[in-house]
């Protein structure tokens, strides 16, 4: 059993308002040196079977399809090795 | 500038409705073997200033203390290297 990551994040071009949220949160709180914020979503998705090449391009058809909405997100999609938090 | 990427999932006791529904949506849309998905959020924070074990410390706790419900939630903490995407 094999875990890929799938990232997904606005483009940098997009505004992105929870990113803000918390990043003018941050000082109230007492954490300075914060210039920026993004936020997005992360998909961890359990495969059985080999993770090969064939594996990560139907991970990617359904990432592009349906995970991210490509007209404003931007995603990438990795392995994530044995035993890494 | 440094990039710290704080990753929050819901902890693996926790029922998950949104990973569940992508999973049950994944067959209908002709992707097979994916047997479990979990859906969580990324935070992407620029750190002006070096990102040492102390720049660390003030990140984890801000990950616990807002950024992550740490009663339902597990969180994560790490650099992203240069020019990583």
């Given amino acids: 059993m094999a875990r890929v990551v799938v990232d997904v994040m606005l483009k940098p071009e997009i505004l992105d308002p929870q ?5 003018r ?3 109230r709180l007492g954490f300075d040196g914060i210039t920026d914020v993004r936020q997005g979503k992360r998909f961890e998705l359990e495969l059985e079977g080999p ?3 064939a594996a990560l391009a139907r ?3 359904a990432a592009e399809s349906f995970l991210a909405n490509t007209v ?5 999609v ?3 090795a044995e035993g890494e938090k």
Same sequence: chains 1, 2.
Avoid: C
Wanted: charged share 35%; aromatic share 4%; no cysteine.
């Fill in 59 to 61: 991970i990617r058809e």
């Fill in 51 to 53: 993770v090969d090449e």
């Fill in 72 to 76: 404003i997100e931007d995603f990438t």
């Fill in 19 to 23: 990113g803000q949220a918390v990043q």
């Fill in 78 to 80: 990795r392995v994530e």
């Fill in 25 to 27: 949160a941050l000082p």
